[in-house]
């Protein structure tokens, strides 16, 4: 007589071990930013059903435009958020940029020269910003917070407290299209897809994801955390920049309040509801577009249906809230 247990083959397969078991509920959990795609398609329809002005070709326009400015400030700071550090000074950056170009156009210095100068005055602001965090261990939180603070108050110096119009400078940027694209959306979309391509295709990028994971192993791997450091907040100094000239085409003028917290708390809750981790070592721009959109969306929206501009802010935080505790929820339960 054998004493092998009797085959099982016989036995039925139990549908959480079978292949594809779960159908389209399990396919559509394996792709990424599956639910904010889905918010999105929410908020476009009901505004679409509830306002006619909203699915326009002018309004769309007018959409893609306001959302290039935030997407410039959201890739860098996808980028730096991804290496672990934080920048909270880039809204208040391109208020100086903004208020500094305005400046030397409405003082009669040509626009390539303003354009040279803007730029490398943000990124000095971001390398000093990363030479303070780097070399003092000053929490980017704080250093950056303080930072923005202080930037503030130069750009309305830089102001004295004025509106200073530029005329017709920089209006092809700022209003005209190039096959129906915006140019302001043109420069987006480069900048998006170059901080795409660094993120996954480079080192730098393979090393920003190490430094953000642990920065104390990625030093010890080899990597040049304090150069990586210095780099990244450079750039998010040179995108702050762009940004401002971005935003000072579009506006025709620089005003006091132009940029500043508004427009970088915008950029922060695009890139963590885009799933960018607060602590680093995770991050994508493509979620950092849809969160860019949907914000966009959300503003566009409530303007259309005359919601008091008050609640576009809280809706900001609130979103920016309800994501950071998202956020922290799937980190822990990855744990």
Known sequence: MSLEAPPEASAPTTPASAP????????????????????????????????????????????????????????????LMTAGGMDFSMGSNASVTTAVAAQLLAHGRSTAFTVVVSLLLAT????????????????????????????????????????????????????NSTLGLPHLLIVALVVLASAAVVMRFTVFGRDAYAIGGNEHVARLSGINVTWHKLALYGLTGALSGLAGLMLLSRLGSSSPGTG?????????AAVVIGGTALAGG????????????????????????????????????????????ANQLQKASRH
């Not at 950092?288 to 008050?310: D, F, K, R, W």
Request: aromatic residues 4%.
């Open 20 to 79: 594809g078991a779960g159908g389209p509920l399990r396919m559509l959990r394996g792709v990424p930013h599956t639910g904010l795609v889905a918010v999105l398609i929410l908020v476009v329809t009901y505004a679409g059903l509830e306002t006619d002005s909203f699915s326009t070709s002018t309004n769309v326009t007018n959409i893609l435009r306001q959302v290039s400015v935030t997407a410039v400030i959201a890739a860098g700071l996808t980028l």
């Open 124 to 175: 000095a602001v971001g390398l000093v910003n990363g030479a303070v965090v780097t070399f003092t261990h000053v929490a980017p939180f704080v250093a950056t917070l303080a930072s923005a603070t202080l930037l503030d108050g130069v750009a309305l110096l830089v102001l004295d407290g004025q509106a200073v119009s530029i005329g017709t400078k920089l209006f092809s940027l700022g209003n």
């Open 260 to 268: 500043g917290l508004t427009l970088q708390l915008t950029a922060v």
């Open 282 to 325: 995770q991050g994508t721009v493509v979620g950092t577009v849809l969160g860019v959109l949907l914000l966009g969306v959300v503003a566009n929206a409530l303007n259309l249906l005359q919601v008091s501009s008050y609640f576009q802010q809280i809706s900001v935080g609130g979103v920016l809230l309800v994501a950071a505790m």
